[in-house]
């Protein structure tokens, strides 16, 4: 069974920058697509950024490209996604999200096996 715990989250103001993290346990972290979701209160939960198995393709919702980066550690068997240039809009529980053995960057909820507890952003004005 794959274990995936976020950190990280808390509250920055509009234009700072965030870190959150992904650690991953219970599987092989190579044969996980992993991706992270955020969720507002009163929206559903939407695609933030996805990245392949090996780390040489990575996707990103239209609202954060250029501004968000994924990106794993092997070593670490960790999951990151930077923020900056953080906006209201950004506020939400943020996801990570594990999709075993498959090859590819998923982007919809139903493509993922395990989740973790969610961490909170708050972005301020």
């Known amino acids: 069974q794959v274990q995936l715990v976020e950190s990280g989250g808390g509250l920055v103001q509009v234009g700072g920058s965030l870190s959150v993290s992904c650690a991953a346990s219970?599987?092989?972290?190579?044969?996980?697509?992993m991706g992270w979701f955020r969720q507002a209160p009163g929206k559903e939960r939407e695609f933030v950024a996805g990245i392949s198995r090996d780390g040489g393709r990575t996707k990103y919702a239209d609202s954060v490209r250029g501004r968000f980066t994924i990106s794993r550690d092997y070593a670490k068997n960790t999951l990151y996604l930077q923020m900056n240039s953080l906006k209201p809009e950004d506020t939400a529980v943020y996801y990570c999200?594990?999709?075993?053995?498959?090859?590819?960057?998923?982007?919809?909820?139903?493509?993922?096996?395990?989740w973790g507890q969610g961490t909170q952003v708050t972005v301020s004005s």
């Open positions: 999200a594990g999709r075993l053995y498959y090859y590819g960057v998923a982007e919809r909820h139903s493509e993922y096996n395990y």
């Open positions: 219970g599987r092989t972290f190579s044969d996980l697509a």
